[in-house]
């Protein structure tokens, strides 16, 4: 059988990637630090995947294995025989495994002559390829390496929460998560020749759909779920099913496809119907996704071209006034300490839209409901819009 190769065993490795491979053919090795995962995983060598929504079906996923991630050896010999790889760790996480898939690479050209290997980057990261590519090239001499791996983007667009036990789970390794099953990966960077399966859709120039899943997808989660914290919501299809969330979510949605739209010409009624989409695919509450999870790890999320603030910029670049995203980003301020997070996010340097977001906090400090800032929101969009149309 061929050999995929999986970073990480977690919501994404388990639940997405790799299933899709081993339906597609593969046996997967995933490669893991939880060390139940991995004895789980080679006791019982399938899992099921649970697919809800308005019904549920459930998935046998078969030709499974894995290894522990401290055990470098057995780590380098899974490189070695890769004829695919994947990582699905956390964007924080890459840079630190780095080392060690470096020490594979070289130990797969070793034993097996300069076979080239292609690694699919799946994490919510700007420029993930550059970055790991970066990241591994501090740990290898011979310049040559660099024509042998491909560094391939993909936009992941499934949603998996964490894989805990939940009420329909058929094993400890069941992983519950939506239908879809879409995998765009940037056709430019591919060096070998994997599959044609229609599941996978390899696109280029693929930075439009690196923005469009950063700038539309996650930035409408994050802030469905930064104003389902500030509702109360524990679940993000309860904050997804709430129409003043709904409707402060759209326009942030439509700021940031107004802008994605002038930087790729692309229609902004296929954008539409892509937002529209989102929108309903939020509402799913048999997925149990939490605002906790969605929201997680804030500080990387509130980065300059992360999610929200990238999306802001973009709309600047592309001449778009984006009045929803920085009350967004006000929002996600009010959370934390807000000099730190000013700082990691870089705001100061737009002053228009730094004395925007500074009026926005002021206006939280007062705790307004939502009704009452939605009547906010529409007044200083009249102010900053309606002058100049
Ligand atoms: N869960 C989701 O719906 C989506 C997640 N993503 C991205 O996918 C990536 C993975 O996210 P999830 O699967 O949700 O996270 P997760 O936490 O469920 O899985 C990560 C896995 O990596 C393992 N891990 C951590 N450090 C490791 C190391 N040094 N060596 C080996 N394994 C290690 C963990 O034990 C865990 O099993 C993230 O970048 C996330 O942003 C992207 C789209 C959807
Ligand atoms: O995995 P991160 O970067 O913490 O962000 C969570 C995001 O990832 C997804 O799970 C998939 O893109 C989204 O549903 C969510 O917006």
Redesign the pocket.
């Known amino acids: 059988m061929k050999q995929f190769v999986m970073?990480?065993?977690?919501?994404?490795?388990r639940g997405f990637i790799g299933a899709l491979f081993s339906k597609l053919g593969y046996e997967v090795t995933f490669?893991?630090?939880?060390e139940e995962?991995v004895r789980l995983l080679n006791t019982y060598h399938q899992y099921d995947q649970v697919i809800v929504g308005e019904q549920t079906q459930t998935i046998t996923i078969q030709h499974v294995k894995a290894v522990d991630?401290k055990d470098e050896q057995a780590v380098c010999e899974a490189i070695a025989s890769a004829d695919l790889m994947a990582t699905?760790?956390?964007?924080n996480?890459l840079p630190?495994?780095a080392p060690l898939v470096a020490k594979g690479l070289k130990y797969r050209w070793e034993t097996r002559g300069n076979v080239p290997l292609d690694i699919l980057i799946?994490?919510?990261?700007n420029d993930a390829d550059r970055i790991f590519h970066d990241a591994v090239a501090q740990y290898m001499e011979d310049p040559k390496w660099d024509t042998l791996v491909g560094f391939v983007e993909t936009s992941?667009g499934?949603?998996?929460p964490?894989?805990n036990n939940f009420e329909e789970a058929t094993s400890p390794l069941a992983v519950r998560q939506e239908a879809y099953e879409f995998l765009p990966v940037n056709k430019a960077a591919i060096k070998t020749k994997w599959t044609d399966a229609s599941q996978i859709i390899p696109y280029a120039p693929f930075q439009y759909f690196v923005e469009r899943k950063l700038f539309v997808h996650n930035m409408a989660h994050f802030t469905t779920a930064l104003l389902g914290m500030y509702e109360g919501f524990t679940y993000i299809s309860e904050a997804a099913s709430d129409i003043s969330i709904q409707w402060i979510v759209k326009n942030c949605m439509a700021e940031s496809a107004m802008a994605l739209a002038g930087a790729y010409g692309v229609s902004y009624a296929k954008l539409q119907d892509h937002m529209n989409d989102l929108l309903y695919r939020f509402q799913n509450v048999a997925l149990k996704d939490t605002v906790a999870r969605v929201a997680r790890d804030l500080m990387r999320k509130i980065k300059p071209k992360d999610r929200l603030v990238g999306a802001m910029r973009l709309c600047l670049e592309n001449e778009i006034q984006p009045v929803y995203l920085c009350f967004a980003i006000s929002l996600a301020l009010s959370y934390v300490d807000q000099d730190v997070l000013e700082e990691v996010c870089e705001i100061h340097q737009d002053e228009k839209v730094y004395e925007w977001i500074q009026g926005d906090l002021a206006w939280l400090k007062k705790k307004p409901s939502l009704t009452q800032t939605i009547t906010y929101l529409e007044k200083q969009e009249h102010e900053i819009i309606g002058s100049v149309i």
């Open positions: 970073y990480g065993a977690g919501s994404i490795g490669i893991d630090v939880n995962v991630g699905a760790l956390g964007a996480i630190k495994v799946c994490e919510n990261l992941i499934k949603m998996v964490p894989a």
